[in-house]
C-alpha cells in the first residue's frame, strides 16, 4: 500500500447533515473501498505495533470497525464502548454532551483491565466529548487512558481542550474552510 494513498478522495462529505450547516464526513464510502480500508489498517498497526497499548477500545458504532481489526493485528484485547442500555451485564454509565445533541456511553464493569494502558479509537474526532465520557468511564475501572484514535480529526472544533494530556493521532484533518 502506498504511503501516498488519498484518503481525503476516500471519504464521502455529506453538507446540511444531521442538520444544516454541519458538514458530515462518511467513513462508510472508506469501508466499501478496501484499498481505502486497508491504508487505515496499516496505518494504525504501524503507529501503535511495539507500544505500551494493552488493549483497544472502540466507540460505538463505527469505531468498533477500526478497533477490532487493530486489536486483532496487536493480539490484545477489544473492549466494546456501547451507547446506553445496549450491554446485559453490570456497567460503568457516562452522560455527555455532543456537538449537537447529549448522549451516554457504557462498558461493562468486567471488560476494564485495571491498570492498562487503554487505546480509544473513533472514527471521527470532533469535539472530543465522546472520547472524554469514554476515558471517565475507564478510569473508573481503574485503566489509563492517554491515546486516542481516530480516522478524520476536526481540529477546530478544540477536541483538545477535552481531551488534555491525551495524544491525539488522526490520519487525516479537516480545517473550518469550507465547512
Known sequence: MAD????????????????KGILYFDITSILTNPEAFRFCIDRMVEQY????????AGIESRGFLFAAPLADHLGIPLILVRKA????????????TLEYGTAAVEIHKADV????????????IA?????????TLLKQGGAKVDKVFGIIGLPFLNYQK???????VTLIEYHNEGI
Open 4 to 19: 501516498n494513498f488519498n484518503l481525503d478522495k476516500a471519504i464521502r462529505k455529506i453538507p446540511d447533515y444531521p442538520k
Open 49 to 56: 505495533r511495539g507500544s505500551n497499548v494493552n488493549a483497544v
Open 162 to 168: 477535552k481531551l488534555p494530556g491525551v495524544e491525539v
Open 127 to 135: 469535539t472530543g466529548g465522546t472520547l472524554q465520557a469514554t476515558r
Open 113 to 124: 483491565p485495571e491498570g492498562k494502558n487503554i487505546l480509544l479509537i473513533d472514527d471521527l
Open 85 to 96: 442500555g445496549k450491554l446485559p451485564g453490570e456497567v460503568y454509565h457516562q452522560d455527555y
